[in-house]
């Protein structure tokens, strides 16, 4: 049985189609970017049309590899979708939306404290609650008329289906909308009447049918069923869950580095923008986050070049240290400015290398934080290549660090919840060996030094 995923990411929105074993058969791929804004609608604006319209044509190229029997979801989190019966109703916004002057100090007073929901405040519109705020505030006859408010996953359910539904993990993804350790919608919503817009809660590994109309559209059978999906770091603990007992920790790469600890019991600190995730099974993960991806690529440039321990010796040596923050978002440095301290590297090695010292050396800070149990396991953008675990495993001598075999965990997640309930393949996993770079030890003590300033 083929299972065809959208995974629709920050930076690049993917269709990857998978047979029974989890081998990837097929993928289409290109570039995610916000809408810009303009009078009518003055904030960016998820560009969904320019999805449905890429993902209806690779399920069409992809069915002619192998018969799609099921379709399932995979979104990058803080991000929803009002509906009426037409559609969005106003068109969704990209959370880097830096427009909520307005309405902050509302919102702020009526926000659930960090205690109930375990969602730190977050800039821009990285608590969607800000945004639906936003969207009552500003467009009041337009938020009368919504049906639902979707999470990112159940807006493209509701494309493929015709089914109004929530779920747990993207409801209880950082946005105040969810009491994770009650499993209920949060004060807020109760206190703003959203109730009437948050659809039945159904699991992730639901299925429903496709509707005859886009069946047709994207070329597959029209008894092709389709999952209803989850928030893409959660979807990326899916194949570890399913494969391991007891405690680990997952190393989440991409345009985000989140870093997750099942079963850990370390307080969270929203000071540090730590927060709880809610797995797929609605169980609280602690979880912390930087915007590593975007961060490596603000120092390594559009180019980074392929580096080895020798490259990160040099930077080591040379006495050169980023210190955060490349980004405004997320993190427990998002509200200082990035800075290269020592003589910048000029090489596209050099520069490479400085990024991943950087992204290495936050992570381990906050895995630290985290007091992450058991094995660590990357997976995502920087396990395509070795420098980011050797690296991190580098900085922790002590700890088993593993690399997932497949980098796409978060579709590869997507994907086994069309099997859900049978058996599936264990995660395939490799042990990482750290790589020797001398005088590392020192330099990272020297840039945690510096980093908390």
């Given at each position: 049985?083929?299972?065809?995923?959208?995974?629709?990411?920050?930076?690049?929105?993917?269709?990857?189609?998978?047979?029974?074993?989890?081998?990837?058969?097929?993928?289409?791929?290109?570039?995610?970017?916000?809408?810009?804004?303009?009078?009518?609608?003055?904030?960016?604006?998820?560009?969904?049309?320019?999805?449905?319209?890429?993902?209806?044509?690779?399920?069409?190229?992809?069915?002619?590899?192998?018969?799609?029997?099921?379709?399932?979801i995979?979104?990058?989190?803080?991000?929803?979708?009002?509906?009426?019966?037409?559609?969005?109703?106003?068109?969704?916004?990209?959370?880097?939306?830096?427009?909520?002057g307005?309405?902050?100090?509302?919102?702020?007073?009526?926000?659930?404290?960090?205690?109930?929901?375990?969602?730190?405040?977050a800039?821009?519109?990285?608590?969607?609650?800000?945004?639906?705020?936003?969207?009552?505030?500003?467009?009041?006859?337009?938020?009368?008329?919504?049906?639902?408010?979707?999470?990112?996953?159940?807006?493209w359910?509701?494309?493929?289906?015709?089914?109004?539904?929530?779920?747990?993990?993207s409801?209880?993804c950082?946005?105040?909308?969810?009491?994770?350790?009650?499993?209920?919608?949060?004060?807020?919503?109760?206190?703003?009447?959203?109730?009437?817009l948050?659809?039945?809660?159904r699991?992730?590994?639901?299925?429903?049918?496709?509707?005859?109309?886009?069946?047709?559209?994207?070329?597959?059978?029209?008894?092709t069923?389709?999952?209803?999906?989850?928030?893409?770091?959660?979807?990326?603990l899916?194949?570890?869950?399913?494969?391991?007992?007891?405690?680990?920790?997952?190393v989440?790469?991409?345009?985000?580095?989140?870093?997750?600890?099942?079963?850990?019991?370390?307080?969270?600190?929203?000071?540090?923008?730590?927060?709880?995730?809610?797995?797929?099974?609605?169980?609280?993960?602690?979880?912390?986050?930087?915007?590593?991806?975007?961060?490596?690529?603000?120092?390594?440039?559009?180019?980074p070049?392929?580096?080895?321990?020798d490259?990160?010796?040099?930077?080591?040596?040379?006495?050169?240290?980023?210190?955060?923050?490349?980004?405004?978002?997320?993190?427990?440095?998002?509200?200082?400015?990035?800075?290269?301290?020592?003589a910048?590297?000029?090489?596209?090695?050099?520069?490479?290398?400085?990024?991943?010292?950087?992204?290495?050396?936050?992570?381990?800070?906050?895995?630290e934080?985290?007091?992450?149990?058991?094995?660590?396991?990357?997976?995502?953008?920087?396990?395509?290549?070795?420098?980011?675990?050797?690296?991190?495993?580098?900085?922790?001598?002590?700890?088993?660090?593993?690399?997932?075999?497949?980098?796409?965990?978060?579709?590869?997640?997507?994907?086994?919840?069309?099997?859900?309930?049978?058996?599936?393949?264990?995660a395939?996993?490799?042990?990482?060996?750290?790589?020797?770079?001398?005088?590392?030890?020192?330099?990272?003590a020297?840039?945690?030094?510096?980093?908390?300033?």
């Open positions: 049985m083929s299972v065809a995923v959208l995974d629709v990411g920050k930076t690049n929105v993917k269709v990857v189609l998978f047979d029974d074993e989890g081998a990837i058969l097929g993928e289409r791929s290109r570039p995610n970017a916000a809408l810009p804004p303009y009078a009518q609608w003055p904030y960016p604006r998820l560009d969904v049309e320019m999805i449905w319209g890429f993902l209806l044509a690779s399920l069409a190229q992809l069915n002619r590899l192998a018969p799609i029997a099921a379709i399932s995979s979104t990058h989190g803080a991000s929803g979708v009002m509906v009426d019966d037409n559609g969005p109703c106003p068109p969704p916004m990209d959370y880097e939306f830096d427009g909520f307005e309405i902050d100090a509302e919102y702020d007073a009526i926000r659930p404290p960090f205690a109930e929901t375990l969602s730190p405040r800039p821009r519109g990285l608590n969607l609650g800000r945004c639906v705020y936003f969207y009552e505030r500003r467009y009041p006859a337009l938020f009368a008329r919504a049906r639902a408010l979707l999470m990112y996953p159940q807006y359910l509701w494309r493929l289906t015709g089914e109004l539904a929530s779920e747990v993990t409801l209880a950082h946005g105040d909308l969810w009491r994770p350790y009650e499993a209920a919608p949060s004060s807020l919503v109760v206190s703003r009447g959203w109730s009437r948050i659809p039945p809660l699991q992730a590994w639901d299925a429903f049918p496709i509707r005859p109309g886009v069946a047709g559209a994207a070329g597959v059978s029209p008894t069923r389709v999952h209803c999906g989850a928030h893409d770091s959660n979807l990326s899916v194949p570890h869950i399913l494969s391991r007992e007891g405690a680990f920790s997952v989440s790469t991409g345009t985000w580095v989140i870093l997750m600890a099942v079963g850990g019991r370390a307080p969270l600190d929203p000071d540090w923008d730590m927060l709880a995730n809610v797995d797929v099974m609605g169980r609280p993960t602690p979880c912390a986050r930087f915007m590593g991806g975007r961060e490596f690529a603000a120092l390594a440039g559009e180019r070049a392929p580096i080895g321990p490259d990160l010796a040099a930077v080591v040596a040379s006495g050169a240290f980023a210190l955060p923050a490349f980004s405004d978002q997320g993190g427990p440095f998002a509200g200082r400015v990035g800075r290269i301290e020592g910048a590297p000029q090489t596209p090695a050099g520069r490479t290398a400085l990024a991943t010292l950087y992204v290495a050396l936050m992570s381990h800070l906050l895995l934080k985290l007091e992450a149990p058991g094995d660590w396991i990357v997976e995502g953008g920087f396990a395509k290549t070795p420098a980011f675990a050797a690296t991190l495993a580098a900085l922790a001598p002590q700890r088993r660090l593993l690399l997932a075999a497949n980098p796409a965990g978060a579709a590869e997640g997507a994907a086994r919840l069309a099997h859900w309930g049978g058996p599936q393949a264990k395939e996993t490799h042990l990482v060996a750290p790589w020797r770079v001398p005088g590392l030890a020192e330099y990272a020297r840039w945690r030094k510096l980093a908390r300033g």
